[in-house]
């Protein structure tokens, strides 16, 4: 019998995840809310239809553990890397300032045809990313290790 990973499981270890469905792509979002990246750390090769960011992301999955031992909330620089990507687009984004920091705020996924479909990266601030992919597949990859969070404390959303 397979089992799901649990949230929990991920506590200590750097993540990496694939996200190849919609489903998949709702939980790498969640991991990636409220991350924060430079303008500078983010490319699009088309050669190789690769949409690529450098983000600094705040580790949801670690919350409870740090509450339960009293030590500080953490983030971590992760790759959120998407393949086959066809087109990238742009609104409400500043690309003249490599040094403006963006704060992402979900990623999803619309499908059309085929298995092809748009992504969104919605940023906060109204700005957005759609990348036209032939096909889903996001990959999310921790690549430092985890360091004290600059706030001291988990992120917070006016309702």
């Given at each position: 019998m397979v089992e799901d990973a649990r949230f929990e499981d991920g506590g200590e270890r750097p993540l990496a995840l694939k996200a190849m469905d919609a489903d998949d792509l709702t939980v790498i979002s969640a991991l990636v809310q409220d991350a924060i990246v430079p303008m500078g750390e983010i490319s699009y090769d088309a050669t190789h239809r690769r949409f690529a960011l450098l983000i600094n992301r705040f580790r949801w999955e670690d919350v409870?553990?740090?509450?339960?031992?009293?030590?500080?909330?953490?983030?971590?620089?992760?790759?959120?890397?998407?393949?086959?990507?066809?087109?990238?687009?742009?609104?409400?984004?500043?690309?003249?300032?490599?040094?403006m920091i963006l704060s992402l705020l979900a990623v999803a996924f619309t499908p059309s045809e085929d298995g092809m479909g748009t992504v969104e990266i919605t940023l906060a601030g109204d700005g957005a990313i759609a990348l036209q992919v032939e096909a889903l597949d996001v990959t999310l990859k921790d690549v430092t290790r985890p360091y004290v969070a600059p706030s001291h404390h988990i992120p917070k959303h006016d309702d």
């Open positions: 409870e553990a740090a509450e339960r031992r009293g030590r500080p909330v953490e983030r971590v620089q992760a790759v959120l890397l998407f393949d086959d990507v066809m087109a990238a687009r742009s609104s409400g984004v500043p690309t003249g300032d490599k040094q």
